[in-house]
């Protein structure tokens, strides 16, 4: 220690032998209510880890919307020098926000998004959730053209997620577009799962007492998606490639890309989960004091099938090729 420290002064022998001062991170999470989510916030504590120079306030907000803001003034009550919210809803947060801002602590968003003024935020990282819907809508477009289907009379159901989740609200949206452009395309009813296994097999033995005939089971994640598979096992109705129910999901976890490898699945949109990353190097740049100059970040995300033949999908900002799933992907996933 003598040799290392003989060149240097007093005060900086001092301050080399201090702990690293280690940066304060509050990370307000919705809850674990899916395989999404533990992949999020399994990202989020390796990141954020002390190793990597952070002290992790975390919290998880059981998609409770109240006790997400509380947390928030926790941290900001605690000073943290910075402040991570993956928002349960979209509105309701601009007391907290400006709080946080008079408090001069940084806001990073991630996954979802909160309405609220710009300048209460410093940047977000997440998912185009508007075009995941887009994409889901373009694919069953295709692939009721490629099985002579086109002019049929489509009867579709939603099991939505949280409502006023922008990922709710997103995908939503970005489906709507193909309801509109096929008059053929009916949607029967759509009611919230709230992102889990229960609510969506829950939601799904409701659609199969109320009607018959359902030919599209649009699900809003790929948890809520499982719990429609069992309530169409226990039902006695076949869904899948070849089946009588074309099933759509949303997420790609490695849970549904396996029900996609599996033959349960038709079709698997990818929302990635893997923004920790993203808001750390954000938060590097912020501490060597750079500006972020770019407010919106969207991750890359894929788009599964169970088919291994090419389909391209056309949309108004470009084009998507779907990706077969195989053994080797599913090994090769992180989450």
Known sequence: MADLLKDTSPVQAASQLLPKKLVKIGFAQVGHESDWRIAATKSCREVFSEENGYA????????NPQRQREAVRNFIREQVDYI????IVTTGWDAVLVEAYHARIPVLLIDRTIECEERYYTAWFGSDFVREGECAGAWLQNYLARSG???ETISIVTINGTTGASAQIGRTQGFAKYLEKHA?????????GDFTEAGGRQVMERYLQKFTGIHVVICQNDNEALGACSALDEAGISYGPG???ILISFDATRAGLQAVLDGRINADFECNPLSPPHAAEAILKLEAGETLYEKEHYLQESCFWADESPMTLYLEDGMKQMVPVTRELLDSRRY
């Open 56 to 63: 992790l306030y975390f919290v998880d907000a059981d998609n």
């Open 184 to 192: 053929n395309w009916h949607l029967l009813a759509q009611e919230s």
């Open 149 to 151: 289907r086109s002019q």
């Open 243 to 245: 089946g009588d129910v």
């Open 84 to 87: 991570i919210i993956d928002p």
